[in-house]
């Protein structure tokens, strides 16, 4: 099919042939067949009904920092969410847009001193990509403060989904089975002390700073927590921290991290990953499962 969406879709941002790697925290990936930033939920409408009438592969990006694009990059369409960033607080509650930077929610909860929020202060994704992970850290969850998210289904329904509903799950929530899109999440806080709140944020911070390589290029932790283990110190026992192939390293300061270290391929992330889970299997007999998520298609 010759396929021209810049002239279907003038109105919205469409970009052809784009490289991922502008994208990606990981700096890596190769080009989008067809990249569009919507500015608004009707544009993902529109888009997500055109891929589904002409059977276009469609692919849902939000900050793109928990996922490795491979090197041949992705097939179709590639939706980027970040252009839908609207966040209101109303009494206790705030509702996002799902391109909204997860961050950025935390600073409006502390701003209108509304407390639950502080353990998100520092996870670098998308709201649509905290929902459809139930990103967490430091003891908080995603599935603890959403109480609903709008979700665009594949068959076109825009419906929502109360919180038992999202059937959330470590790192899991029911959108990664009905492959739908977030459009936007509504978070249920509580009043707060905002001083209280801005020093938790802070101090969350620094401990992220001290203990994760932040000063390069990465994808977060690669590895689930395996049943009573941790991944980071499984991989440090087993003396893999700096291990590095091409560009791609497991990182000194964190083991569960790989850093790119120098311009790193795709390729070079997906080997040092193997490495990792084969001799972690061999010395300790555990499987490690990855968090990330390989997305696209081979060079
Ligand atoms: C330095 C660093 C630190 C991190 N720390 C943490 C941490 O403490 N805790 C934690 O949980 N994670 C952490 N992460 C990982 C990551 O930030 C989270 O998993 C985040 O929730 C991913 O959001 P995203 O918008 O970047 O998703 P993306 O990486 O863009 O996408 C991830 C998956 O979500 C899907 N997706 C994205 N948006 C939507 C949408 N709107 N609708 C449907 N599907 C969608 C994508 O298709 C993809 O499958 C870290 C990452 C980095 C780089």
Known sequence: MNTNLRQEFPA?????????????????GGN???LALPTTVDQVQQLVSYCTAHQLPLTVLGNASNLIVKDGGIDGLVIITTELTKITVRGNQVEAQAGAAYIDVTKAARDAALTGLEFAAGIPGS???????????YGGETRFVVSAATVLLPTGEVRTFNNDQLA????????????????????????????????KMNE?????????????????????????????????????????VGGAQVSTKH?????NVNHGTAADYQAVIKHVQDTVKEKYGVQLQREVRIIGRDK
């Open 255 to 259: 083991a569960g991290f790989i850093v």
């Open 127 to 137: 709201v649509g990509g905290a929902v459809f992970m139930n990103a967490g850290a």
């Open 204 to 244: 969350l911070n620094t401990r992220r700073a001290a203990r994760q390589p932040l000063e390069l290029p990465s994808c977060g932790s690669v590895f689930k927590r395996p049943t009573g283990y941790y991944a980071g110190k499984l991989i440090h026992d087993a003396g893999l921290q700096g291990y590095t």
């Open 168 to 199: 959330f799950g470590y790192r899991h929530s029911v959108v990664q089975d009905n492959q739908g899109i977030v459009l936007a999440a509504t978070f249920a806080l509580q009043p707060g002390d905002q001083e209280k709140i801005s020093n």
């Open 32 to 34: 989008a067949d067809w």
């Open 12 to 28: 919205i941002k469409i970009l052809k042939d784009e490289p991922l790697s502008k994208y990606t925290f990981t700096h890596t």
